[in-house]
Structure formats: structure tokens, C-alpha cells
T-cell receptor, first 111, second 114 residues
Framework: EDQVTQSPEALRLQEGESSSLNCSYT??????LFWYRQDPGKGPEFLFT???AGEEKEKERLKATLTKKESFLHITAPKPEDSATYLC????????????FGKGTKLSVIP | IAGITQAPTSQILAAGRRMTLRCTQD?????MYWYRQDLGLGLRLIHY???????GKGEVPDGYSVSRANTDDFPLTLASAVPSQTSVYFC?????????????FGSGTRLTVV
């Protein structure tokens, strides 16, 4: 059974204070690892897909990296508008194309 | 604006009643999904459809049914609602059955069963 664990559950940062969110996973052959952003009262918004260990992707102040057992979402010099819940999900190479989501990390960036 | 429309936005439903949550997309995506999101449990897949005319069961399908008569619409029906179905329901779509290009989610339906 695929499993995704995100840590920490919640993170408070001062504006400009860089940090990382962690996503640990166990999966039967990784097809893809996904990061989504979710704002309160809204549906998740797709950020990145990572396919293999060593891959990195960037978008504005966000950079996602992938190893064989975990992924990190690095946030550089965050701004208050980066406040959201960040969700990690995996898709295994076995069976259907379903995603298994983690419970998310709620990020608050304080001005 | 291209995307997914869900209706209603919120609903209070008496236990035992039948309810259909509507989902329409205008992106001509082949695959569509229904998730529920509960505090402390995250997003869990209820049902999915890789293409019009086909559907499949996800992680938590019991008490729910879906149909996919055409590409754009993917309604979710609760035949006889129970309080444990109180949740926020999200419809999503992807341009391929693999979903590797990411899902587009709707804004959700907040359902309370009393």
C-alpha cells in the first residue's frame, strides 16, 4: 500500500525566512510525485510533477527536489502570499493511475 | 474561464436523503475524479473515470455512485446519505489517464449530513 507522510503538520515563518517542507513516501515503483498548493476554501492547485531521484523543479520562490525516499519543497524568502497548505501525492507504477495524498503542511508566513 | 464547476457550493442534507453533486469541466479532459477531504485524513479518492463511458472505484467508494455519460460531466450520487459522509467533496480532471501533467480541481462542495 502506498503511503505519504508530510512534515511538519504546520510551519510558521517570518517573511524572508527560508525553509523546507518534507514528504516521505513508500510506493511500489514511483511513477510520479506531485506537489499541490491549497488555499482555504479552494481546491488544490497543481505545482510540480517529479519523476525520478535527483530531479528538481522550480517555480518562483518554490523548488521541489526528489530522492528515492522523500521529496522536499524548498521555499526561498517566502512572502505572506505563500501562506497555504502544501500537499504531496504519489502515483505508483503498479495498477491504476490513482494518486495517494499526504495530509499536508500548513504554511503561515508572517509579515 | 476554463476549469471545473461544482454545484452546489454547500449543502445541509438530512440523513437518508438522496443527493447528487454536480461536476462539469470545459477543458475536454479525458479523466475525471471525485475526492473527499476530511480533517486529519487528507484527500481520498472515491471514484474515477479514465474516459467517457468508463468508471472505477477508488479508496472509499461505499455509499457513492458515479456515471460518465459524456466527456464534460461527472456527477457523484449519494443514494442514502449518512452522517459519516459529511465532508468536503472535490471533483478533478486531467488531460490524460495517467494524471502526470497534474489535476485541475474544482472549488469543492461542502456537505453536512444531519
Amino acid at each position: 500500500e502506498d503511503q505519504v507522510t508530510q512534515s511538519p503538520e504546520a510551519l510558521r515563518l517570518q517573511e524572508g525566512e527560508s525553509s523546507s517542507l518534507n514528504c516521505s513516501y513508500t510506493v511500489s515503483g514511483l511513477r510520479g510525485l506531485f506537489w499541490y498548493r491549497q488555499d482555504p476554501g479552494k481546491g488544490p492547485e497543481f505545482l510540480f510533477t517529479l519523476y525520478s531521484a535527483g530531479e528538481e523543479k522550480e517555480k518562483e520562490r518554490l523548488k521541489a527536489t526528489l530522492t528515492k525516499k522523500e521529496s522536499f519543497l524548498h521555499i526561498t524568502a517566502p512572502k505572506p502570499e505563500d501562506s497555504a497548505t502544501y500537499l504531496c501525492a504519489v502515483q505508483s507504477g503498479a495498477g491504476s493511475y490513482q494518486l495517494t495524498f499526504g495530509k499536508g503542511t500548513k504554511l503561515s508566513v508572517i509579515p | 474561464i476554463a476549469g471545473i464547476t461544482q454545484a452546489p457550493t454547500s449543502q445541509i442534507l438530512a440523513a437518508g436523503r438522496r443527493m447528487t453533486l454536480r461536476c462539469t469541466q470545459d477543458m475536454r479532459h479525458n479523466a475525471m475524479y471525485w475526492y473527499r477531504q476530511d480533517l486529519g485524513l487528507g484527500l481520498r479518492l472515491i471514484h474515477y473515470s479514465n474516459t467517457a463511458g468508463t468508471t472505477g472505484k477508488g479508496e472509499v467508494p461505499d455509499g457513492y455512485s458515479v456515471s460518465r455519460a459524456n466527456t464534460d460531466d461527472f456527477p457523484l450520487t449519494l443514494a442514502s446519505a449518512v452522517p459519516s459522509q459529511t465532508s468536503v467533496y472535490f471533483c478533478a480532471s486531467s488531460d490524460s489517464g495517467t494524471g502526470l501533467n497534474g489535476y485541475t480541481f474544482g472549488s469543492g462542495t461542502r456537505l453536512t449530513v444531519v
